[in-house]
């Protein structure tokens, strides 16, 4: 077998599972990170926090998007049904309540594996 020839060809897949894998509060990020995450730091920056998840499968951040923003006074930053990413922003005490209702929703009701939230 001649190494300099030879390639190795990796395969990589996800199997979609019902679960929600990161639920973070970032408490008063600054604002080269909402710019960064396409938000726009002069409406948003008066917020106080920064909530995110990932959820699988990815369609499942529509639901979330609906159920933090009527869990909370937050701004629905990003949604993305193709990657499962859901970004809102609002007080700290606004943030952490919508993604814990998302996060007790998902369990208790939809039975998704759900992760803690953490916050920093």
């Known amino acids: 077998m001649d190494n300099r020839n030879d390639q190795i060809r990796i395969v990589q897949e996800t199997v979609a599972g019902k679960e929600i894998t990161l639920a973070h509060v970032m408490g008063g990020p600054s604002p080269i990170i909402y710019q960064k995450l396409g938000m726009n730091p002069a409406i948003d920056y008066g917020s106080s926090a920064i909530g995110i998840m990932n959820l699988t499968?990815?369609?499942?951040?529509?639901?979330?998007?609906?159920i933090a923003v009527k869990s909370g006074d937050v701004y629905l930053g990003f949604a993305d049904r193709f990657t499962g990413t859901l970004i809102v922003s609002g007080d700290i005490a606004d943030v952490t309540s919508a993604l814990t209702e998302v996060l007790r929703y998902f369990r208790d009701e939809l039975h998704y594996v759900v992760c803690p939230l953490t916050k920093r």
Do not use: F, T
């Open 57 to 66: 499968p990815p369609e499942s951040a529509v639901i979330a998007s609906d």
